[in-house]
């Protein structure tokens, strides 16, 4: 009787492997993952020493101990992550970023915030703080008509997946202020919240599906946050623009009671701002100086 090959091997350990990945708290791994698993295990489960990370992943891929999700990378290339039992898109489109969090349109969603059902997963990984080295400059208006007459720019940084697409998004570094632990189907993942989205959106309006659907989502949003917990953000995370008046439009046009819309207007205003970036045709909001699309 000749020796038992790798795979017989692999298959004698077998209840030792799947069992290392039911008490695993971690169900999404890369190759790297992977790799390192099987070296540090290796020994224990008795496995041949040749046994290579590509054997390994096969054979638990073979016995259906963990699924493949290829995924495409903005480069257009592509790789895989391995799932064990199931995953969410929303933790797959996690994986693919260390310390990333759900934004946008993303966020609206699990909120309850659209009725839709986006094929869009925006995950926001925070640049690194330099502010030490940034000064913050005086606004002057010609400066801030300039840079809302281009249209906004889109990340490029965009994965797939199955029907999905993943748009990682590196965003002001704010320390994750806002962010929170969000129960999704009895797993936790990061979320921003209710506020943190509104401000989000609010922002950058084509990560939520336009100007509209914005304003769905504070209008969906009534009576679900505080709008001075809002206020008190917003000041943290310290923009350049002054995003208060739009805010304090969507709550006005959504129908939020005045003295909650009261509690934006003690934020001076000193500027004529704009909804959103690109419009070519506009209607102006003399209670908020600022620039809307025509006839919204």
Do not use: C
């Not at 390192?36 to 590509?54: A, D, P, Q």
């Amino acid at each position: 009787m000749g020796r038992p090959s790798r795979t017989e091997i692999m298959q004698y350990a077998k209840p030792l492997i799947v069992d290392y990945f039911s008490n695993a708290i971690q169900t999404i791994y890369s190759e790297n993952d992977i790799s390192e698993i099987l070296r540090e295990n290796k020994k224990e489960w008795r496995l041949s020493t040749v046994t290579t990370t590509t054997d390994f992943i096969k054979f638990l891929v073979n016995k259906k101990i963990l699924t493949p999700i290829k995924i495409s990378n903005p480069k257009g290339t592509t790789f895989f992550k391995y799932i064990f039992k199931n995953a969410s898109p929303f933790e797959i489109a996690l994986s693919l970023s260390k310390g990333a969090y759900i934004s946008h349109y993303s966020a609206m969603f699990l909120h309850h915030l659209t009725d839709n059902i986006p094929k869009k997963i925006y995950i926001n990984k925070e640049q690194v703080n330099r502010a030490h080295t940034i000064t913050k400059q005086e606004l002057i208006q010609e400066n801030i008509d300039k840079a809302f007459a281009k249209s906004m720019r889109i990340t490029n940084n965009i994965f797939s997946f199955e029907n999905y697409q993943v748009y990682l998004l590196n965003g002001k570094n704010v320390n994750k202020l806002g962010v929170i632990d969000f129960d999704l189907d009895g797993k936790v993942i990061p979320v921003t919240s209710i506020e943190r989205t509104l401000i989000d959106i609010t922002v950058r309006p084509s990560y939520a599906g336009g100007v509209q659907e914005v304003l769905n989502a504070f209008a969906a949003a009534k009576g679900r946050f505080s709008v001075n917990r809002l206020i008190a953000l917003l000041k943290k995370m310290n923009f350049t623009y002054p995003y208060h008046q739009a805010i304090g439009f969507y709550l006005e046009k959504a129908g939020y009671e005045p003295k909650l819309i009261d509690l934006v207007k003690r934020i001076e205003i000193k500027y004529k701002f704009y909804l959103t970036y690109g419009m070519k045709e506009t209607d102006f909001s003399q209670n908020w100086q600022i620039y809307v699309p025509k006839g919204f």
